[in-house]
C-alpha cells in the first residue's frame, strides 16, 4: 500500500477541486493499486462534508468498493507534519501557485517531506495569478523541492520557465485532472442518458480582479439579457460551481440575476450538489454555458453543447488555453465569447448546435505523462 499525503487549496473546494481530487485518485489508482489517503484541508469540516458527498464517486474513480480517505487540518503544523511523517508521497493536489498566505504552508510541508526523504509531486497545478515578489520565490521553492512537477498546461510551464529565467524544463505538463473525473463519468453513465430539455447555467461574480471596471459594472444586465433570452424557450437551472463564503459563493450572483429576471422557467440550484450529481445535470442538459474554469472543462467534456463566457485573458488566460489543449479553438469559435471584448451583447443561444466530442487517444496521451512518471517516484 502507498501513504499518500494531498494537499492544497482544499476546505475551500470548488466542484471544480473536487473533480480534480476525483481525478487523481483515478490516476494514482491507476499507478499503485492500492493507496491509503490523508487529505490536508484548510477548514476541515466543509472537506468532511464534501467527502461525505463524494465519497462513492471517489470510490468509483479508485474502482475500489473502499477506499480510506481521512481529512486533517493542515493549518496546524502538528497535523501536517504527522501526515507527512506518515505518509511515502505528498502530492500537491491541482489548483493554481498564487499570490495567497497559504502558499507559506504548501512550500513548508514540501520542505519537510523532503527533510526527512519522503517523495513529492506537484500533480495538476497551474500559476497564477503570481505577481508577489514572496509568493513567486514560495512557488520556486515548492518546485525545486518536488520529485515530481507536472503543470495542468504548457502555459503554467511557460510562466515557471520566465519565474526561474530558464529554458530548459525540469517539468512537465499535460492536462488538468479534472478531465480524468469527467471521462469517467461519462463512460460509467452513457448507456443511462436522459437527455432533457433544460439549460444549465454557471455563471460566477466578477469584479476588477478579471475585468476592468466598467465591463465588470456592465456585465450584470448582459447576463439578465441573456437569461430573459433562454427562458423564453427553455427551463433554466443555474448551477453553483462553489457554494462556500471563501473563494466566493455563487449563489449570491445567480439568485441576484434570478430576481431581475423573474421568470417561471428559472430557478437557482440553491440546495448544493456534489460533484456526481453536478456532472450529471450537465450531462444531460439540453446545452449548458459555463464562466468558471472548470464548468466549463465539466462542460465541454461531459456534455459538448456548451457556449463559454471566458473572464480570463483571451490570448493566454486557462479557458482558452484548455481550448488550445483539447485542438478545439475552431470548433468553439463561434461559441466563445470573451467577457473582455464584450460590445454591449452576449449572443442568442440554441441546442441546435454541433457537439464537441473530445478524443480518447488525446485523453490517453494526457494519462500517459501522469501515470508514466508517477510510476518513476518508486
Known sequence: MVKITIIGWYGTETIGDRAILSGLINLLSETYKDIEIKLGSLYPVLSERTLLEDYGFYCLSAQKENLSVIVFDSTNIFELKSAIKR??????????????????????????????????????????????????????????????????????LSLYHQFKNINVSDCLASIDPALFSAELFKSLYKNNAKKNKIVV????????????????????????????????????????????????????????????????????????????????????????????FHSVLLQ???????????????????????????????????????????????FNPTNDIPQYKIDAEQINDFKKIYIENIKKLF
Not at 493554481?96 to 520542505?111: C, S
Not at 517531506?113 to 515578489?133: D, E, N, S, W
Not at 441576484?256 to 460533484?275: C, D, F, M, T, Y
Open 87 to 156: 505518509s511515502d508521497l505528498l502530492v500537491m493536489g491541482g489548483g493554481p501557485l498564487m499570490d495567497i498566505v497559504e502558499m507559506n504552508m504548501i512550500k513548508y510541508a514540501f520542505q519537510y517531506a523532503k527533510k526527512h526523504r519522503i517523495k513529492t509531486a506537484m500533480l495538476g497545478c497551474g500559476i497564477g495569478p503570481l505577481t508577489q515578489r514572496k509568493y513567486i520565490k514560495a512557488a520556486l521553492t515548492i518546485v525545486s523541492h518536488s520529485d515530481l512537477t507536472v503543470f495542468r498546461d504548457s502555459k503554467s
Open 201 to 292: 447555467v454557471n455563471f460566477r461574480e466578477i469584479d476588477e480582479i478579471y475585468l476592468p471596471k466598467s465591463l465588470a459594472k456592465n456585465l450584470l444586465p448582459l447576463l439578465v439579457d441573456l437569461l430573459q433570452t433562454i427562458t423564453t424557450q427553455y427551463e433554466t437551472l443555474l448551477v453553483p460551481m462553489h457554494t462556500f463564503g471563501v473563494g466566493g459563493d455563487d449563489r449570491y450572483i445567480l439568485n441576484r440575476l434570478a430576481g431581475k429576471v423573474k421568470s417561471e422557467n428559472l430557478r437557482v440550484q440553491n440546495i448544493p450538489l456534489s460533484l456526481e450529481e453536478t456532472m450529471d445535470v450537465y450531462f444531460n442538459s439540453a446545452f449548458c454555458i459555463g464562466m468558471r
Open 300 to 346: 465541454t467534456v461531459l456534455n459538448g453543447r456548451n457556449y463559454i463566457l471566458d473572464y480570463t485573458n483571451p490570448v493566454n488566460g486557462k479557458i482558452i488555453n484548455l481550448l488550445g489543449q483539447l485542438k478545439a479553438l475552431d470548433f468553439y469559435k463561434h461559441r466563445y465569447y470573451s467577457l473582455a471584448k464584450l460590445d454591449g451583447k452576449l
